[in-house]
Structures are given as C-alpha cells and as structure tokens.
C-alpha cells in the first residue's frame, strides 16, 4: 500500500514563527498536494507538484509556500504563522493528475497561538 | 466560488436505510468525480470513482449515479451499517489532457448510521 507520511501529528507554534510541514510518499508518485481541512469548508487546495522543484498554486496559496527537492518528499512552509492559520493539514499523492486516486496522510493538526 | 457544492451538511439513517448525498458541478472541464470516506483523526481516503462516459458505477455497497447534462452526482450506500458512519466528500478534476489541477472538494457530509 501506498503511504503518505507526516512528519507531525500535533504541532503548536508562536504567531509569527516560521513553520514547516513535512510530507513524505513512498511509491514514486509524480504528484503532492497540500490541503487544509477546516470544520464547513472542507478540504480546500494550497499548493501542489507535479514533478521535483515544480509548483503549482492552488485555492489559498497566500500565506504559505512549498518546496520538492526530492521526488518523496514534500514540504509545506508558513513564513510567518498567523491565528488564522491554525487548522488541519493534509498531504496527498497520486500517480496521475486527478486521474488516479490520492492517497492522503493522516494529517498535521496545527494551533498557532 | 464553490466549484463542488454537496449536501445535505450532515445526515443520520437507521441501519439498514439508504442514504444518499448529492453533489453538483459547474466546470465543464470535470471529467473525474471521486468520493472520498473519511473516519475521526485519519486522512480521507478513496471510496469510489467515476467518468462522466457512464451513468452509474457500483462498488460494493456503495453506488455513484452520475447526470451530466444536471452536472449532478450522488453517493448512495445500500444496507447501510453503523461503521459507514464518517465524514463523506465528494469531489472532481479536469483530469485527462494534462494541464490539471488538484482535486476540488464538496465541503463534506457527516453521515450517521444508528443501530
């Protein structure tokens, strides 16, 4: 089975601090995504790859970046974490561009305070 | 804009029943509906798909009936059980002929299933 990894389960950080999420897939999947998953909003789209160093923004790109150095291994990053950031973040894969399922980890939940 | 509108918000059915949550589209480009289960503290994960080139699609328990002149697709479980109870989502992409993007999510339907 496919496994999307994140690095964190609970994290708590410092308004203003900056913040990485770390993703790792083991298949060799060509695509990631970052989703944040908030209670009546769903999961809405941040930022997502296709290939290593490539990116693509999504829904709610502001506030946040990403990096894919390596091919496993996805990174989303808040430069400078705000309240309103605090939510549930989620990582997929997929093998092909929305043609395929995603496999998604078990999700980083994230308080900023 | 809401690109995936789903409903109802929330829903609670005796074991047994059937129920159905529906989702509508506007984007024409779709042409990938998956739906998607989520259970408390994990990831959602892939339950069923379809392509707009059939009707219906059946799955186990679980059945996706697709209209594309409504742009309109639903989820329907049969002889539902109380450990369907999630979190459901329906969703959709422009997936074939490159250029894509990621998934668009419907906002997601809590499903009960009382003994």
């Known amino acids: 089975d496919v496994k999307v990894t994140q690095s964190s389960r609970y994290l708590v950080k410092r308004t203003g601090e900056k913040v990485f999420l770390e993703c790792v897939q083991d298949?060799?999947?060509?695509?990631m995504f970052w989703y944040r998953q908030d209670p009546g909003l769903g999961l809405r789209l941040i930022y997502f790859?296709?290939?290593?160093?490539?990116?693509e923004k999504g829904d709610i790109p502001e506030g946040y970046s990403v990096s894919r150095e390596k091919k496993e291994r996805f990174s989303l990053i808040l430069e400078s974490a705000s309240t309103n950031q605090t939510s549930m973040y989620l990582c997929?894969?997929?093998?092909?561009?929305?043609?395929?399922?995603?496999?998604f980890g078990s999700g980083t939940r994230l308080t900023v305070v | 804009q809401q690109q995936v509108k789903q409903s109802p918000q929330s829903l609670i059915v005796q074991k047994g029943g059937i129920p159905i949550i529906n989702c509508a589209y506007e984007?024409?480009?779709?042409?990938?509906f998956p739906w998607y289960q989520q259970f408390p503290g994990k990831g959602p994960a892939l339950l069923i798909a379809?392509?707009?080139?059939?009707s219906e699609k059946k799955e186990g328990r679980f059945t996706i009936s697709f209209n594309k002149s409504a742009k309109q697709f639903s989820l329907h479980i049969m002889d539902s059980q109380p450990g369907d109870s999630a979190t459901y989502f329906c969703?959709?992409?422009?997936?074939?002929?490159?250029?894509?993007?990621?998934?668009?999510f419907g906002k997601g339907t809590h499903l009960i299933i009382q003994p």
């Open positions: 997929a894969s997929s093998l092909g561009r929305g043609l395929s399922g995603y496999t």
């Open positions: 298949m060799d999947h060509e695509n």
């Open positions: 790859s296709y290939d290593v160093k490539m990116k």
């Open positions: 984007n024409t480009a779709f042409d990938y």
């Open positions: 379809i392509r707009p080139d059939v």
């Open positions: 969703a959709a992409s422009s997936g074939s002929g490159g250029g894509a993007d990621g998934l668009t």
